[in-house]
């Protein structure tokens, strides 16, 4: 920049400059290609009156170097860098420019206007990389003999509305993010299948190089990662990891419950640069997020998004992880607690199985001992009916026996033989399942009846006493 000196008096065109046409006039301009500000020409002079009285962002750019004039409304654009530039080469200024600005300049140059609307480009103005976004025009200046001799830039930063609308913008992809997620882990029916879901819906939505999730051993000094999600050929990081090769601070805040986010590895000075991921595999990585889970006080697990390059992560982009890391997290428990009652009805179910199993058994034996019991039965009444029919059977046969005996034996084995047809009608009848028709039964009659053919077998000394 052109050295101070001792402050002329203000020229003409500088005279509503305001601060910046104060700067302009402090500098020495004695050793540099435009000499004094009064011998400069007067198509340069008018072009800087009238962009240092306005109160819209503007700046200049003059002759073959592209000397960079600006004026107080574009001043704080260019955060630290406003110092020390005024008048300076434009490349010098501005070198990280050169590759997005350097067509549109000579498109200027060659006479001809541009215009262009919310325009990212990256600056480095207050030390580091910055994205932002602007709306400008290049114009070309010509002098009085219509050469062109520079160019005019009429300009507004439109950062903060183009982030406000991305902004938007991704919370609308981030719910429809969240319902696709939902119905996603819905479906899922292992906690394997559940997880690997999970890492794969984030790792797309990300765009990023791989996602999954880590178990943490009791002692909280591993991390057993059984799957991940890749994208681009990233090799898999399944496998064990030790917490401390990731970086003793940084693990650190992993067992206190916070986030780890790290844009550039190489350039993070609490990571250890090439520490391996896993044993005898070098780090492929360069940025990570890495949300922890910790429940009932413990650091139980993890869910890590890796990204091949350098990566400046939004505070969305965190704040969806962590989400992503909370809600799987519940999902793994209610399934978890599905799949534990589910095997509780199943060994109920099959419990239940084998007690009616049981108890048809049981059943069934009770049903063969009352049957053998009601069998016992019929074949003691069929035995005294038997028993009747060969009493008096063998009595028939007695030599001179008298007429009406014969009669009556004969009307008792009648009478027998109709019982025992009742009672095989009775059993058929048990047998179909039909219901039975209850009759009368006299004790006395049929007990005397009894008395009647039991006597004569029994000789003379013994003796029936009846008692009605």
């Known amino acids: 920049m052109p050295e101070n000196k001792r402050v002329p008096a203000l020229p003409g065109f500088l005279a509503h400059g305001g601060e910046m046409g104060a700067l302009i006039n ?54 630290a860098r406003q110092q020390g530039v005024m008048g300076q080469p434009f490349a010098q200024v501005w070198p990280e420019l050169r590759a997005d600005l350097e067509p549109l300049l000579n498109q200027a140059l060659s006479g001809e206007e541009s215009a262009h609307e919310n ?13 932002t976004w602007w709306s400008f025009s290049y ?3 010509r002098d009085g003999a219509g050469a062109v001799v520079g160019v005019h830039c009429i300009t507004t930063e439109t950062t903060a509305q183009v982030q406000a609308q991305e902004s938007l913008a991704d919370k609308q992809r981030q719910q429809a993010f969240r319902v696709e997620l939902t119905d ?6 292992t906690p394997e299948a559940l997880m690997a879901v999970a890492a794969e819906k984030l790792g797309q939505y990300l765009q ?11 002692a909280g000094q591993c991390c057993l990662v059984h799957q991940d999600w890749t994208a681009g050929g990233f090799r898999s990081v399944a496998g064990e990891h030790r917490l401390d090769n990731f970086a003793v601070l940084r693990a650190e805040q992993l067992r206190a419950g916070r986030t780890v986010a790290v844009h550039d590895i190489d350039q993070d000075v609490l990571t250890t640069r090439g520490a391996p ?13 890495v949300a922890p889970l910790v429940k009932n006080g413990r650091f139980a697990a993890l869910l890590f998004v890796l990204n091949a390059a350098p990566r400046v992560w939004s505070d969305s982009e965190l704040a969806l992880v962590e989400e992503v890391a909370q809600r799987t997290w519940l999902a793994l428990q209610r399934l978890q607690a599905q799949l534990d009652l589910r095997l509780t009805h199943e060994v109920l179910d099959h419990r239940t199985s084998e007690l009616l199993h049981s108890e048809n058994a049981l059943r069934q034996s009770q049903k063969l001992e009352t049957l053998g019991q009601l069998t016992g039965g019929i074949a003691h009444d069929v035995n005294n009916l038997l028993a009747v029919i060969s009493a008096s059977a063998e009595l028939l046969r007695s030599p001179g026996l008298a007429q009406d005996q014969r009669e009556h034996y004969l009307e008792r ?9 009742k009672l095989t009608g009775q059993l058929l009848a048990f047998a179909r399942q039909q ?7 006299d004790v006395d009659r049929q007990v005397q009846s009894m008395a009647d053919l039991v006597r004569p077998l029994m000789g003379t000394q013994m003796h029936i006493h009846f008692e009605a």
């Open 26 to 79: 402090a500098c020495n301009w004695s050793d540099t290609p435009l000499g004094a500000p009064e011998g400069w020409p007067e198509s340069l002079k008018c072009v800087l009156a009238t962009i240092l009285g306005s109160a819209r962002p503007m700046y200049v750019l003059w002759g073959p170097e592209l000397l960079f004039f600006f004026n107080g409304a574009f001043a704080p654009m260019q955060g």
């Open 119 to 131: 325009r990212p480009l990256t600056l480095s103005r207050n030390g580091y990389a910055e994205r």
């Open 139 to 141: 114009l070309p200046l």
């Open 184 to 189: 996603a882990l819905r479906d899922t029916t």
């Open 208 to 218: 990023a190089s791989c996602v999954g999730y880590g178990e943490i051993d009791e």
């Open 277 to 289: 991921l896993v044993s005898n595999q070098p780090m492929r990585h360069k940025a990570l997020i």
């Open 413 to 421: 084995i009648f009478d027998t033989v109709g019982r025992a047809a």
């Open 435 to 441: 219901p039975l028709h209850p009759e009368v039964f």
